[in-house]
């Protein structure tokens, strides 16, 4: 029985991937929230962090739906070692929804802190 | 195995690289069009921009590190499943139906579809004077399905319902010149008209 409940606990990327469910997306709008960047940078910025990513490709999905969805806006900039790359930007509604998740997320990691707390 | 390339803005050629984008695509077949060309452009970017950050020749053990890096398709893929999905227009929205209500979404043989409806219409002027209900009904259905997919979509598969949609509508404006007899339906459309008729 034991070995059983033991074997059932997420734990590791298992545990990560579950809790990144609904997250990732306002991690990417936060980090757009001040200057437009375009995807390898981002992947590089927020990919590095395997805490956020399980890998870099995952960001792109991401950057797609979250285009489609409105939040996000792209426009097409040269570069100077390639060709133009396609920068995303926040939206009007991309920042309402940054600021909507903000608010909620100091609730939540505040009512998450004080439940881990009061367990120790 | 793997072909530098020469020019920077080329992906490399590499089985390796084909394959990957090949399970992708294939992972992406029941993404939105529109998003599924953007991941695909975007993973071929990185791969482009992360293998000219290597010096000399491209090798495949180089290609296999970035792939590494960009995770397998199921990993991309699976993160469609709960990123911001576009919230219903209606509460009681069934998801079996939400397809029919998104143009950007319908399947690629729709166009095709308008296409044949648009193109199905102009030779049924012909019983324009016996029988019109199938060339109005045909050109309706491909102008306005046509009009309304070609304003959801872009890229290659616009065309068919632009076409469809103009088709239908040279239709409708035939019939309706003759009925209202703008035009003289003898002398116009002598090429539609039936021997017997």
């Known amino acids: 029985m034991h070995g059983t409940v033991h074997g059932m606990l997420p734990a590791g990327e298992g545990m990560l991937a ?13 980090h757009l929230k001040d200057n437009p960047s375009y995807g390898l940078e981002i992947a590089s910025t927020l990919g590095a962090n395997r805490n956020l990513f399980s890998s870099e490709g995952t960001l792109y999905p991401l950057l ?28 009007p509604g991309g920042v309402a929804a940054l600021d909507a998740f903000g608010a909620t997320w100091s609730e939540f990691r505040r009512a998450v802190d004080n439940a881990l707390e009061n367990q120790s | 195995m793997t072909q530098p390339s020469r020019d920077p803005r080329v992906l490399p050629h590499s089985p390796l690289i084909e394959a990957y984008l090949n399970d992708l695509e294939h992972a992406l077949r029941g993404a939105d069009p529109s998003e599924r060309d953007e991941v695909l452009s975007n993973v071929r970017e990185h791969i482009t921009a992360v293998l000219e950050l290597k010096d000399g020749p491209v090798t ?31 509460g009681v929205m069934r998801s079996a139906y939400r397809p029919l209500l998104e143009p950007s979404r319908w399947p690629g043989w729709v166009g095709y579809g308008v296409l044949a409806a648009g ?10 004077t016996v029988w019109p209900l199938p060339a109005i009904l045909l050109a309706l259905l491909a102008l306005t399905v046509g009009v309304i997919g070609s304003m959801a979509r872009e890229g290659p598969g616009r065309r068919s319902y632009l076409v469809g949609a103009l088709l239908g509508g040279l239709t409708l404006a035939t019939l309706a010149a003759v009925l209202l007899g703008v035009v003289d339906d003898g002398v116009v459309l002598p090429m539609w008209t039936f021997p017997f008729l």
Not at chain 2, 72 to 90: E, R
């Open chain 1, 64 to 91: 797609a739906r979250l285009r489609k969805q409105g939040w996000l806006a792209t426009t097409w900039r040269e570069s100077a070692s390639g060709p133009p790359r396609r920068y995303y930007s926040l939206t």
């Open chain 1, 18 to 30: 579950q809790m990144r469910k609904g997250i990732l997306e306002y991690c990417v709008l936060a």
């Open chain 2, 60 to 90: 495949a053990k180089d290609v296999e590190s970035v792939l590494a890096g960009l995770g397998s398709a199921a990993q991309l893929v699976g993160v469609l499943d709960y990123a911001a999905a576009p919230a219903p227009a209606a």
């Open chain 2, 119 to 128: 193109a199905l219409s102009v030779p049924f002027l012909r019983f324009r």
